[in-house]
């Protein structure tokens, strides 16, 4: 178990690297009303696409009619439990086969157990 944890750390801290590298360059408009060309990493990519997802978009087709997207529920919810700081869930060795009211559970006694010793 504690290996694999180790090997989804090290893919995380890939991602995190290819994160930070350039993807693209894109024009953006600047305070004197013109426009410049900026540098964007692929973690700012990716997040544009979420808000994108999430607050829904036009596009026009190759027939020339506008398509509307409805907002996504996925997108939605990720930028959600991003914002408000909902931790994400870390499995524990040895309790991979417990629910979460056994592992709630688990708690309370551990909780009354304290007491009862002070």
């Known amino acids: 178990m504690a290996e694999t944890l180790k090997l989804k750390q090290v893919f995380t801290d890939m991602l995190r690297q290819v994160a930070e590298e350039v993807t693209e360059f894109v024009e953006i408009p600047d305070n004197d009303g013109g426009k410049e060309m900026a540098i964007r990493s692929k973690a700012e990519a990716l ?5 994108k997802q999430a607050l829904g978009y036009e ?3 190759d027939a020339g ?3 509307k997207h409805e907002p996504d529920k996925w997108a ?11 931790v994400t869930a870390i499995p524990v060795q040895g309790r991979a086969g417990m629910t979460i009211s056994e ?3 688990e708690q309370g006694k551990k909780a009354l157990n304290k007491l009862a010793d002070a």
């Open 65 to 67: 009619d506008k398509v």
């Open 59 to 61: 596009e026009t087709n």
């Open 47 to 51: 997040a544009r696409f979420v808000w």
């Open 76 to 86: 939605v919810s990720l930028l959600f439990d991003r914002l408000e700081g909902k």
């Open 103 to 105: 592992r709630v559970s």
